[in-house]
T-cell receptor, first 114, second 115 residues
Framework: KQEVTQIPAALSVPEGENLVLNCSFT??????LQWFRQDPGKGLTSLLLIQSSQREQTSGRLNASLDKSSGRSTLYIAASQPGDSATYLC?????????????FGKGITLSVRP | EAGVTQSPTHLIKTRGQQATLRCSPISGHTSVYWYQQALGLGLQFLLW???????NRGNFPPRFSGRQFPNYSSELNVNALELEDSALYLC??????????????FGPGTRLLVL
């Protein structure tokens, strides 16, 4: 059974800081890994998707890396801004059958202080 | 292009009642997924429909059921509501090309409160 862990549960940083959010998963037989952002009481916004054959993806100030063999992914946020304050969720999608679904971590709640 | 839409935005029911939640996918998307986000439990996969058929089901009791219509919209039905069913229910849609699965795009959710 796939399990996704995100530690710490919460993080507070000053504006302008570069930061790394970590995600680990137990089963390396994944189809893809996605990072999402969720604002309080809202739905999810997809930030980056990394296919299992890829090592990283970049979008603006965001960079996500994937190391399948070690079961780890990181989301790097450059020059953080107060508008980045949200909960960041990591999710992995299995390949087939009962694993053909997104399994989510519990998220990291990020607060960027002005 | 319109995103994934869900209705209603909020729903209040009492124990034992039935709830029906609706989802319209992004135009052209054939797969619809349902997730439950309950306080303290994180996001849990409920159901996946593709081309009108149920493709996968999470670890939820049979009173959680759904269907996908010919226009790819979907309904989630929850029978015999219990207090712990109170949660944000999120719907997502994606493209599929054979065995290739696309990014899942999420709707804003329906917040269900069971009293």
């Amino acid at each position: 059974k796939q399990e996704v862990t995100q530690i710490p549960a919460a993080l507070s940083v000053p504006e302008g800081e570069n930061l790394v959010l970590n995600c680990s998963f137990t089963d390396s037989a994944i189809y893809n890994l996605q990072w999402f952002r969720q604002d309080p009481g809202k739905g999810l916004t997809s930030l980056l998707l990394i296919q299992s054959s890829q090592r990283e993806q970049t979008s603006g100030r965001l960079n996500a890396s994937l190391d399948k063999s070690s079961g780890r992914s990181t989301l790097y946020i450059a020059a953080s801004q107060p508008g980045d304050s949200a909960t960041y969720l990591c999710a992995v999608e299995g390949r087939t059958g009962a694993n053909s679904k997104l399994t989510f971590g519990k998220g990291i709640t990020l607060s960027v202080r002005p | 292009e319109a995103g994934v839409t869900q209705s209603p935005t909020h729903l209040i029911k009492t124990r034992g009642q039935q709830a029906t939640l609706r989802c319209s996918p992004i135009s052209g998307h054939t797969s619809v997924y349902w997730y439950q986000q309950a306080l303290g439990l994180g996001l849990q996969f409920l159901l996946w429909y593709d081309e009108g058929e149920e493709r996968n089901r999470g670890n939820f009791p049979p009173r959680f059921s759904g269907r996908q219509f010919p226009n790819y919209s979907s309904e989630l039905n929850v029978n015999a509501l219990e207090l712990e069913d109170s949660a944000l229910y999120l719907c997502a849609s994606s493209l599929r090309y054979g065995t290739v699965k696309g990014t899942q795009y999420f709707g804003p959710g329906t917040r269900l409160l069971v009293l």
